[in-house]
């Protein structure tokens, strides 16, 4: 049983991270007929015969497969409750490659026998990126065509500001900035163009995140007619006129892990920086006790 890495095993993880990173961000490489064999001894592991193998060119074209056989099977129309449940069940073979990675490494260095069921999904994540496997069929999505990545803290993240950040052979695309899945349109959209309440609305926190960082800050602040009420560090609290009937208030920060500017709203009893601190922080305070802003962020 292996219960402690030597200095060398150790050295080569490093190597490992990179190859696997080079694995996710792959476009081109895929074998169909490699990947076909490798899901028959997958299903074989599993005691089960070989399932019925279908290729889709994307994940949305896989979900929809697996969702019109649920709809045939019990003759009907295919619903959302179909697309759904099929959406449940897609796997990012190449895209989630941390197991993967971490197999491989300890199957290769390590000499962990335990891992050799494993080997071939690690394999066959060089062919694919996803799949749906039910019991008697199989569906695989083939790999995008297109993908762009930001290196942000060390890691590769998705992000492109002027199309999508991934892209499939079928037109099926995703839209993300700095490592954030969101809607088309935030992408698109000119920052001068976007209207600050619609930023407001937005109920995800990274994605409004995303959207004050693309507009900027302090052009946010301007159109909200913002005023200071109080400072603190990198802290401001600010009184926002929303058009409603009390104005709000909101609480401007930095986020020095990712070193960016942005902007939540706080309860309307918060008078000083420290007082929508302790607000954002909920229950993690007790009493009277001041959160730390380092702890917060």
């Known amino acids: 049983m292996l219960e402690k890495l030597t200095d060398e095993q150790i050295a080569?993880?490093?190597d490992y991270v990179d190859k696997w990173v080079n694995i996710t961000l792959d476009t081109e490489h895929c074998d169909k007929k490699e990947a076909e064999k490798l899901i028959a001894e997958i299903y074989k592991n599993g005691k089960i015969k070989k399932p019925n193998i279908l290729w889709a060119k994307s994940p949305i074209e896989a979900v929809n497969i697996?969702?019109?056989l649920y709809a045939k099977e019990e003759k009907r129309e295919k619903t959302k409750e179909d697309i759904r449940q099929a959406w449940s069940c897609f796997f990012w073979v190449n895209f989630w490659s941390g197991y993967k990675a971490m197999w491989d490494y300890f199957y290769t260095e390590c000499n962990v026998k335990e891992i050799e069921p494993y080997l071939?999904?690690?394999?066959?994540?060089n062919h694919i990126n996803g799949c749906i496997a039910l019991h008697d069929v199989c569906v695989l999505s083939e790999k995008p065509v297109m993908l762009k990545t930001i290196d942000l803290n060390g890691r590769k993240e998705l992000h492109c500001t002027t199309g999508p950040a991934v892209a499939y052979s079928d037109g099926f695309e995703i839209y993300a900035l700095n490592g954030v899945k969101v809607p088309k349109w935030?992408?698109?959209t000119p920052a001068e163009q976007i209207d600050v309440i619609k930023i407001n609305k937005e109920s995800n926190v990274e994605i409004r995140r995303e959207l004050v960082r693309k507009v900027g800050v302090e052009r946010y602040m301007q159109k909200m007619n913002a005023k200071v009420l109080d400072k603190?560090?990198?802290y401001e609290l600010l009184e926002v006129d929303l058009g409603l009937p009390e104005k709000a208030k909101a609480l401007k920060m930095k986020n020095p892990s990712i070193d960016v500017w942005h902007v939540e709203f706080v309860g309307e009893e918060c008078k000083t920086v420290q007082d929508a601190i302790n607000f954002r922080a909920g229950d993690l305070i007790k009493g009277d006790e001041n959160w730390n802003p380092e702890k917060l962020t």
């Open 120 to 125: 071939p999904w690690i394999k066959i994540s």
């Open 186 to 188: 935030v992408v698109m």
């Open 12 to 14: 080569k993880q490093k």
């Open 66 to 68: 697996v969702a019109d």
């Open 232 to 234: 603190k560090d990198d």
